[in-house]
């Protein structure tokens, strides 16, 4: 099971539709396919050695002790049931979340929101179209919405955390 990360002193609270069955056996996000997590530390919010990453040990050690608490990450997802792709969720199953997420927001203030994917902000906001970048601020809290991380070009998704996390540290 997964146990979220969200922390006081939260920067940065990352939203994402479901987790995947791998990455629910192993209690981490993105633990499946470890690419988000080679992003986040190339872009510079984490600062772990890459095997250590790539280690499901390793990972679920930085995870469970320094995610919140060193990096003042947070991590939510907004339907709760593990599946392989998004496609098999059911109608309405995003519902909880998207009334958790504003909760959180308002608890914990972090600087920037961020929706793993268009789908995700979709579901979410209900609409059928966004962009990705910064949208409507949520709370008091900048959201942005960054590209999926496990398919396309890694450059394209640094850039997009690098820059929520210059944001996230800003005023």
């Not at 998207?98 to 920037?112: A, D, L």
């Not at 970048?133 to 008091?140: R, T």
């Amino acid at each position: 099971m997964i146990e979220y990360r969200v922390d006081k002193g939260v920067r940065i609270l990352f939203v994402g539709i479901n987790r995947h069955p791998g990455s629910y056996r192993r209690g981490v996000p993105f633990s499946n396919n470890k690419t988000f997590w080679y992003l986040l530390n190339r872009a510079g919010l984490l600062r772990e050695d890459e095997d250590n990453l790539r280690s499901d040990e390793g990972l679920k050690e930085m995870y469970d002790r320094r995610f919140g608490s060193q990096y003042h990450l947070g991590f939510v997802n907004l339907v709760e049931r593990p599946t392989r792709v998004v496609t098999e969720l059911g109608k309405g199953e995003e519902r909880a979340g998207v009334e958790r997420v504003p909760e959180i927001v308002r608890t914990y203030k972090p600087k920037v929101v961020c929706f793993i994917g268009k789908v995700t902000y979709n579901k979410f906001r209900g609409t059928r179209h966004c962009t990705h970048g910064w949208q409507e601020n949520l709370g008091g809290s900048r959201v942005y919405v960054m590209h999926f991380p496990i398919r396309g070009p890694a450059d394209i998704r640094i850039a997009e955390l690098r820059e929520m996390d210059k944001a996230s540290r800003d005023g």
